[in-house]
């Protein structure tokens, strides 16, 4: 079975200040990772997914993941943070690819506030 | 990135009456479809997979002669929330896969806020 845990509910930063979301994973098989973002009332948008390539992943809008297998990690981060980064942060995790029975399973989620 | 729809976004309905949500892929075609529900400040939780021209398969705890899902076509997959009760109140997204170089993604629709009084 698969699993992602998210570490904190809530996240509050500076703008302009460093950005760390938490994820841990855990799989039974290589895993592949995968972090969304979730604006209001809006549905999921991909900011970026681990295929087993690299292991640091660079996503949309400054967003970068760095997979640590010794860690079972898979920590968000931007450099600085800006007021439109406000939303809630989904890790997800998922065994394949490349099968049709391949499911994503959700992590609890992580609202990030930028503080002025 | 490919495009997913939903329809409609908002609802109100009656207890008791059912209420049918559609999903679009929109420019490219899906044979596998996934519907989630999301509680207010929760994450997502699978309901079912959906997929075109044959039976759908739902997670466990999910009733599915309450949650009816049909996969008519490779651009259409439809939810309906049969003799709807305020506790089926939810968020209701989406998802459709595409293949493309052997490898899967999924692309989420927008989601269908459903309300039941």
């Known amino acids: 079975a698969q699993s992602v845990t998210q570490l904190g509910s809530h996240v509050s930063v500076s703008e302009g200040a460093l950005v760390l979301l938490r994820c841990n994973y855990s799989?039974?098989?290589?895993?592949?990772l995968f972090w969304y973002v979730q604006y209001p009332n809006q549905g999921l948008q991909l900011l970026l997914k681990?295929?087993?390539?690299?292991?640091l992943v660079k996503g949309i809008n400054g967003f970068e993941a760095e997979f640590k297998k010794s860690e079972t990690s898979f920590h968000l981060t931007k450099p600085s943070a800006h007021m439109s980064d406000a939303a809630e942060y989904f890790c997800?995790?998922?065994?394949?690819?490349?099968?049709?029975?391949?499911?994503?399973?959700f992590g609890s989620g992580t609202r990030l506030s930028i503080r002025p | 990135g490919a495009v997913v729809s939903q329809h409609p976004s908002r609802v109100i309905c009656k207890s008791g009456t059912s209420v049918k949500i559609e999903c679009r892929s929109l420019?490219?075609?899906?044979?596998?479809m996934f519907w989630y529900r999301q509680f207010p400040k929760k994450s997502l939780m699978l309901m079912a997979t959906?997929?075109?021209?044959?039976?759908?398969?739902?997670e466990q705890g999910v009733e599915k002669d309450k949650f009816l899902i049909n996969h008519a076509s490779l651009t259409l997959s439809t939810l309906t929330v049969t003799s709807a009760h305020p506790e089926d109140s939810s968020f209701y997204i989406c998802?459709?896969?595409?293949?493309?170089?052997?490898?899967?993604?999924?692309?989420f629709g927008p989601g269908t806020r459903l309300l039941v009084l």
């Open positions: 998802s459709a896969r595409e293949w493309e170089g052997g490898e899967e993604t999924q692309y």
């Open positions: 799989s039974s098989v290589p895993p592949y």
């Open positions: 681990y295929t087993s390539a690299a292991t």
């Open positions: 997800a995790v998922s065994p394949s690819l490349y099968s049709s029975a391949s499911k994503i399973i």
């Open positions: 420019d490219f075609q899906a044979t596998t």
């Open positions: 959906s997929n075109e021209g044959s039976k759908a398969t739902y």
